[in-house]
């Protein structure tokens, strides 16, 4: 069976701290402490996301880093509607810088279009910012790692 992940805006942070952040003060409130992202679609290629795929996040208009997807769980909010859990390793993993344009919610992502993950020595060094590096990835410049 073929693998796919899924990519997401990562809205509310600029950078990868602030996610890792934000998913340590929340995974707190969670029974097994791992994090999770909560939406209404459940997706239907379940079985291709769950053992190799993960879910891929979007910062200021660059990929930038990636979570292994463990499971899915069903989550009934207090509207009653039955939503997913998209339930994350904890370990997140810098990827090379790669554009990508705005969208709603969640997509597929074929693993050929996804980034490599960061080699060790490009995440020892300072990230460029945010701005700089989505224009420099635009064009193409050079392979960024942020």
């Given amino acids: 069976m073929t693998a796919v992940h899924l990519v997401k805006l990562c809205v509310g942070a600029e950078k990868v701290e602030d996610l890792m952040a934000w998913q340590e003060m929340r995974a707190q409130a969670t029974p097994d402490g791992l994090p999770r992202h909560v939406t209404r679609m459940w997706p239907k290629r379940e079985a291709e996301l769950l053992g190799s795929g993960s879910l891929y996040w979007v910062f200021k208009g660059l990929i930038l880093a990636r979570q ?4 899915l769980d069903e989550v009934v909010t207090q509207d009653g ?3 997913c859990a998209i339930v994350l390793d904890r370990t997140i993993i810098r990827t090379e810088a790669r554009p990508r ?3 709603q919610g969640w997509r597929y992502l074929d693993p050929a279009d996804a980034p490599p993950d960061m080699t060790a020595r490009a995440a020892a060094e300072p990230a460029l910012p945010p701005a ?3 224009a420099l990835a ?4 050079l392979k ?3």
């Fill in 81 to 83: 509607i039955r939503r």
């Fill in 138 to 141: 635009e064009i193409g410049v």
């Fill in 144 to 146: 960024l790692s942020a």
């Fill in 68 to 71: 292994a997807v463990l499971r």
């Fill in 132 to 134: 700089l590096a989505a």
């Fill in 101 to 103: 344009r705005p969208f």
